[in-house]
């Protein structure tokens, strides 16, 4: 057997050099493919089986039950390869993400058919279908019911089932994708280049950031993700880049602003007049324009800086930002439809031609626009490189690859790349590896990664086990280490939620801290401890498993034993002695201690309903972050059927096997131990 | 710390496990049990302080509305205090001054000399980045980006008093606040019901589950989950009497229901339940407003309304505890003082925060809040900072808590103080 691995392991270094060389011909001698192909493990003191543990924690979402033994059999080296190409096949999971369909539509698509409450209000009263003057006025179930045949008459459906579907599709991705490490990447840089659910103009556009931005190009070069998230919808309305246009004839302006005061006076002599005819109506009218007429908006020249490229400490100032913003004005999202100023860019393409556009400077691509004409055509210097007078799209193009290829920018990615996979405070020395391979790579991130698994640091005492699991992996570590089934992912997103991660709702754009002390306090730490119990008892619908199946239906003999025997299943390679030894006096023998407790179980179950909370209570824990909007998704989607309440007599009843077993898994779930990865 | 756990150890542990799981002899237990323990904390003083994240614009909350420089600027978002130009003006302060008229709960708070404002307060470090910014007004080290405790961490450590309790200092956040990480123990709780070892319909095997993550918690070689481990197993040992969940305001107060009512009832629910709050934090978000800020009505104007209404509720609701109660509220930066190119206002620098309690120098706006022409600006653009947050901070810390090391809660600090508090 070893000589055969020997074998295919060799193999696999001539066909990975070969494969190397030929994809960068004339590269250089010393780069980190020639130098190491097998991981420096051996070296750091660890075990093929400990280092495959190692590996399994930090690029998948967790190891399946003998995902171990499949990882040794293809070599650690060529797995990793494998996941950096995440071109696996993944037929389980295309199955299972089928009944989806908000996935497979596009941003134009998905705009025009999940609306919100009020767009839809708006679109069937256009129709005249509720009555304009009194919409109040009208039995809200008959409006209920209009509003209903109208959006199946048009095929609309409600924004709430596109934000479930959203939710939901990672969860599943997550759990069964056989490409963990695109996973990972997508996940983590959907976190770096952050949007949230929580700004409305940007809800619609989230799906779609995610699959066509930000994961096709998870592995890819850093600088053709920040263009593609520049210049995608999502990006552009969550930092407000669509409407920060040249603010000549903006009230923003001084000329503007003098424009305006006059109106106002003319308004205010026309009111003391009490003269409130077509006159007043027309400066009315005109105020309004003017308040609507739009100018610059720092918010996205200062993140991309900031948080998206250069770090806060990467050497720019204010006055960078607000000359980037002029350098980024007019790009924008081309309409989805005739809302929001749609007809008079459809009017105008009509009119002037898409052609004659193109030779103005006027760019359309997808659902990107560049709209020259309210684009600021004066010179701006950013960090120290002059953009001249009247220049159009190209300026941005200059300024994104300039900022991607920053070395301030390689430095802080690797730094947070460091800090995902090997320790919150990553040694320097392996960032400043990672950092010279972005610089000579031109950003290529499936390197960077290589150069961070082939380094000492990654492999060393002081990165094992030093990463803490967030809400969301904690959970789908259980899943996959449960080897369970999910038939209603939502119900997990509700604990993950309430462990402290609610996914695509973060709402500042800096994404998620990727920290231990971020994610563990005392009010988190319980939830998780909660979930434990809550999981292995059953009491989270839609999440099946089968405890006994994963022992080879080997029904342990006792409670010590299951212990010894479901820390290894659900930690594997990891030193159990201390949890199975803190943990067999208590459970050795659950029988006498139900005797013992079952007076006073009998007492603390009267006062059970009010210290405990009801499932409907969790499902509803959202009421701190105050999106009544969710909640109804919430409410709205999951005709939850009750769990069943255990009775006491049916726990003794059941005080056998499967109880002591849930139990005991519930508390490795909840142990510290299951929290490290 | 010894003797704080040894406490907890001989009471909460007791009760909890007084029925007799996890090895605890029953005599012991109804011992306990039937030792009614007085706790020694009740007169302490209690600092509030709410984190308004995202910038609030100190311009808007409350105005310098006789500023022409300002009307200028703000073509748009100005808002008067003269009767008739609007059907809700600014509430007229001191004839230089208005505040929001959103806020006209603070009006009578502001009127009996409880509610001082600090106006053109910030930090005298100019980043405009949101997160660099908090952090430091978190820290309290503006300078010092390396600072790993919190000033209200801090705090706690020079109450000059052994605590008793795991809720001396308490943030109602789902993740615990920079402001207090540190040494000295600090709960984050986002929801008081939540806070046990839950199983539905079985109370025994909770209990049992509760006593193992105990002992696993305890043997960690984290020192991270170590710690957090203890102190919420101590605290929900507390808890544990109390009833969470039928909490009713006294004095007809109503908060409102949203992120930062809920969290104010909940401190206020901490504060009555006696266990030994001294130090209590929350937050509340939504004041980046980049883009259609509002005026009388939108975004803002529901911001303040929403903060002004939950405090003016928790003021109410604690009536009977007002003298050992101040609240405070910070923001990390103000806001451009000219609006910008869609009706709303970038980052800036100095903004404005309220001091409200019976010991403070209410009635008043302090602080030195310039003419804004453009010469007196920040750069050109934003309310310069004249007043450093520190020095406001450490004023209300010292005269509410009796904090006296300054050295230790603002390090590289000179320790001036502008006079928000009274005595």
């Known amino acids: ?677 | 710390m010894s003797t704080r756990r040894g406490f907890i150890k001989s009471t909460g542990a007791l009760a909890l496990f007084a029925a007799g799981i996890g090895g605890v002899p029953g005599f012991i237990a109804r011992a306990a049990n039937s030792n009614k323990i007085i706790p020694p904390y009740k007169k302490n003083k209690k600092l509030v302080c709410i984190f308004q994240r995202g910038a609030m614009d100190g311009l808007m909350a409350v105005t310098p509305f006789t500023d022409e420089f300002l009307k200028a600027a703000r073509p748009t978002l100005f808002m008067s205090a003269a009767k008739g130009t609007s059907n809700t003006p600014l509430i007229d302060l001191d004839g230089r001054f208005g505040l929001h008229p959103s806020m006209k709960s603070f009006e009578p708070l502001f009127r009996e000399k409880r509610l001082g404002i600090v106006h053109a307060v910030g930090s005298p470090n100019n980043t405009r980045s949101h997160f660099d910014a908090q952090d430091y007004m978190e820290s309290g080290t503006p300078f010092n980006k390396g600072t790993n405790t919190g000033w209200l961490n801090r705090a706690v450590g020079l109450l000059g008093h052994e605590s008793s309790s795991p809720f001396q200092a308490v943030s109602i956040t789902s993740s615990l606040p920079k402001a207090f990480y540190g040494d000295n123990a600090a709960l984050a709780i986002n929801n008081l019901q939540d806070f046990a070892i839950q199983m539905r319909g079985n109370p025994m095997a909770a209990n049992m589950a509760a006593k193992s993550f105990e002992d696993l918690y305890d043997q960690t070689s984290s020192s991270l989950l170590n710690k957090t481990g203890k102190e919420s197993f101590d605290a929900v040992k507390m808890l544990k009497k109390a009833d969470t969940k039928n909490y009713k305001p006294a004095n007809g107060a109503v908060y409102p229901d949203n992120q930062i009512g809920n969290s104010l009832k909940q401190i206020a629910q901490l504060i009555k339940m006696d266990v030994g709050l001294e130090v209590a934090f929350t937050e509340c978000g939504g004041w980046d407003t980049h883009y259609n800020q509002g005026t009388e009505t939108g975004q803002f104007s529901r911001n303040v309304a929403d903060l002004s209404n939950a405090i003016s509720a928790f003021w109410k609701d604690l009536s009977a505890y007002q003298d050992e109660v101040t609240l405070m509220t910070m923001t990390e930066f103000g806001r451009t003082v000219k609006q910008n190119g869609t009706a709303g206002t970038d980052h800036g620098r100095g903004s404005c925060l309220f001091v409200l309690g019976n010991d403070v120098n209410g009635g008043k706006v302090h602080g030195n809040m310039p003419i804004l022409s453009k010469e007196n600006l920040e750069d050109g653009r934003d309310v310069p900072v004249t007043t450093d947050f520190r020095s406001v901070f450490s004023e209300v810390a010292d005269a509410h808590l009796k904090i006296n090391d300054d050295k230790v809660l603002f390090p590289e600090w000179d320790g001036k103080k502008i006079g928000v508090m009274r005595g």
Not at chain 1, 174 to 182: G, H, I, R, T, V
Not at chain 1, 377 to 400: D, Y
Not at chain 1, 638 to 665: C, E, H
């Open chain 1, 1 to 677: 057997m070893k000589r055969h691995l020997q074998t295919i392991f060799v193999l696999f270094l001539l066909i990975s050099s070969v494969s190397i060389l030929s994809a960068f011909s004339g590269v250089e001698k010393s780069g980190i493919e020639s130098k190491s192909l097998k991981f420096p493990y051996k070296q750091a003191g660890l075990t093929e089986r400990q280092a495959t543990a190692h590996l399994l924690g930090r690029f998948t979402y967790g190891a399946t039950p003998g995902e171990i033994d499949e990882v040794l059999k293809i070599g650690l080296e060529k797995w990793f390869d494998k996941q950096l190409e995440a071109n696996s096949p993944n037929d389980s999971l295309n199955t299972a993400l089928a009944p989806y369909e908000a996935l497979t539509k596009d941003n134009k698509e998905i705009f025009n058919t999940y609306l919100d409450g009020g767009q839809i209000r708006k679109r069937a009263m256009k129709e005249g279908l509720i009555p304009q003057d009194s919409t109040g006025r009208i039995e809200y179930k008959e409006r209920k019911g209009l509003v209903d045949s109208f959006m199946k008459a048009n095929g609309y459906k409600p924004e709430g089932e596109l934000i479930r579907q959203l939710v939901n599709q990672k969860i599943v991705r997550a759990a069964y994708s056989n490409n963990q490490l695109q996973e990972i990447m997508t996940s983590f840089w959907f976190n770096h280049f952050n949007v949230s659910l929580t700004k409305n103009e940007c809800i619609r556009f989230v799906p779609c950031y995610e699959r066509d931005v930000i994961r096709p190009n998870s592995l890819g070069k850093f600088g053709d993700l920040l263009l593609a998230t520049a210049k995608s919808p999502a990006m552009l309305t969550y930092l407000d880049n669509f409407r920060s246009v040249a603010s000549d004839n903006n009230v923003n302006s001084e000329a503007g602003a003098k424009r305006l005061r006059e109106l106002y006076a003319q308004q205010l002599r026309l009111n003391q007049n009490g003269d409130t005819g077509m006159q007043y109506k027309d400066i009315a009218n005109k105020i309004k324009g003017f308040k609507n007429s739009q100018g610059l908006n720092e918010n996205y020249a200062r993140e991309i800086m900031e948080l998206h490229t250069l770090g806060v400490d990467g050497g720019y100032t204010q006055a960078d930002v607000t000359n980037a913003a002029k350098v980024l004005t007019g790009w924008t999202i081309f309409p989805m439809n005739d809302e929001y100023g749609g007809t008079q860019v459809r009017k105008m393409i009509e009119k002037v031609g898409e052609e004659k556009l193109k030779e103005q400077g006027f760019v359309h691509e997808g659902d990107f626009m560049f709209a020259v004409n309210k684009h600021d055509k004066t010179e701006k210097v950013v960090l120290g490189n002059t953009f001249s007078a009247k220049g159009g799209m190209e300026e941005g193009l200059k300024l994104i690859d300039m900022l991607a290829h920053h070395k301030s920018t390689a430095h802080f990615i690797c730094k947070k790349l460091a800090a995902r996979f090997v320790s919150d405070n990553p040694p320097a020395s392996l960032v400043d590896k990672m950092a010279q391979t972005f610089m000579d790579k031109d950003g290529d991130i499936k390197k960077v990664l290589l150069t961070m698994v082939n380094a000492p640091e990654f492999w060393s005492k002081q990165a094992l086990r030093e990463k803490i699991k967030s809400p969301f992996e904690l959970t789908i570590s259980t899943v996959r280490a449960l080897n369970a089934k999910v038939a209603q992912p939502y119900q997990l997103a509700n604990w993950i939620n309430k462990m402290g991660e609610r996914i695509y709702y973060y709402q500042a754009p800096t994404g998620f801290p990727d920290r231990a002390q971020y994610w563990i306090n005392s009010g988190s730490l319980l939830n998780r401890m909660n979930f434990g119990l809550a999981l292995s008892s059953k009491r989270i619908p839609g999440v099946t498993f089968d405890l006994t199946a994963l022992n080879n239906n080997h029904e342990p003999e006792s409670a010590e034993a299951a212990l010894r025997v479901y820390c290894k299943l659900l930690m594997p390679e990891r030193n159990v002695d201390e949890t199975v030894k803190r943990l067999i006096p208590l459970i050795n023998d659950p029988l006498i201690h139900n005797k013992i407790d079952a007076a006073a179980t009998k007492t603390e179950s009267t006062l059970a309903p009010a210290t405990m909370m009801s499932e409907d209570n969790m499902m509803m824990t959202t009421s701190n972050t105050d999106n009544k909007k969710a909640n109804e998704v919430l409410r709205e989607k999951f005709n939850r059927k009750k769990a069943p309440d255990y009775t006491i007599t049916q726990l003794q009843a059941n005080a056998g096997t499967n109880t002591m077993l849930s139990q005991v898994t519930g508390i490795i779930i909840g142990s510290p131990e299951f929290q490290r990865r």
